[in-house]
């Protein structure tokens, strides 16, 4: 089982559990993202995100294929909500299976950070003060654009 | 000389006020073709010197051919997570 979503509404953490759970797994391992409050010590009231969609859906799947070919592991999934978010508000989650926790959680592990590296995702992020920002993590000073 | 359909993103869409742009390019011209002449519009100086490119869907090299009938698209600097 392996699937990649992009979704508008609220991720269900407990469907993409039973999405990739059978006997013969010994472990899931679940990797929750979530807005944070703040950033840069600024105070954040929200995050927008948005994707060029079919084609991260598209990058989603070709990072769980790599995923399956380093770790072995078949059975994962993962969904990134798209929209307006608030702090504390799920933003992605992967749930991955496995025979052995070791596989699951390098595997967990190994999505997001190529999620991050290389999916066509967007914040725009609101800050209380009422400014906004693009989040631009290749960007190594912090001036407001 | 054929025309393209570039979509465009977040910060890049922002800045040229728009999610698509028509631009003209050479039959045979390549992705840095393309990046050159986005580049010399109004709001291209906003652009970083090398900007991802996708076609089809895949990220693409700079001496990549492109068609009219491709899906083209500017990708931002991505911050999912």
């Not at chain 1, 990649?4 to 953490?13: F, H, L, S, T, Y």
């Not at chain 1, 294929?65 to 508000?89: M, Y």
Request: net charge negative; glycine share 6%; with cysteine.
């Amino acid at each position: 089982m392996k699937g990649a979503r992009i979704v508008e509404r609220p991720i269900d953490v407990r469907q993409l559990i039973a999405a990739v759970e059978e006997h013969r797994f010994g472990a899931i391992s679940v990797f929750l993202g979530t807005v944070r409050d703040t950033n840069d010590g600024r105070d954040v009231s929200g995050i927008e995100y948005s994707a060029y969609v079919a084609m991260a859906e598209t990058e989603m799947l070709s990072i769980l294929d790599e995923a399956e070919i380093r770790f072995g592991v078949q059975s994962i999934v993962v969904e990134h909500r798209i929209g307006s978010l608030e702090p504390g508000e799920l933003s992605v989650a992967i749930a991955a299976a496995s025979a052995h926790r070791d596989p699951a959680m390098d595997c967990a592990r190994f999505v997001i950070e190529e999620i991050k590296r290389r999916v066509p995702i967007w914040k725009l992020e609101h800050y209380k003060d009422g400014t906004r920002e693009w989040i631009d993590p290749t960007r190594t000073d912090t001036a407001a654009v | 000389m054929s025309t393209v359909t570039v979509q465009l993103f977040a910060s890049y869409a922002e800045a040229f006020g728009n999610s698509k742009l028509e631009v003209p390019l050479q039959d045979g011209g390549t992705v840095a073709d393309l990046i050159k002449t986005i580049r010399s519009l109004p709001a291209g100086s906003r652009l970083p010197d090398s900007p991802r490119v996708a076609v089809n869907r895949k990220f693409a090299v700079t001496d990549q051919p492109l068609a009219s009938s491709d899906e083209i698209a500017l990708i931002p600097p991505v911050a999912g997570g």
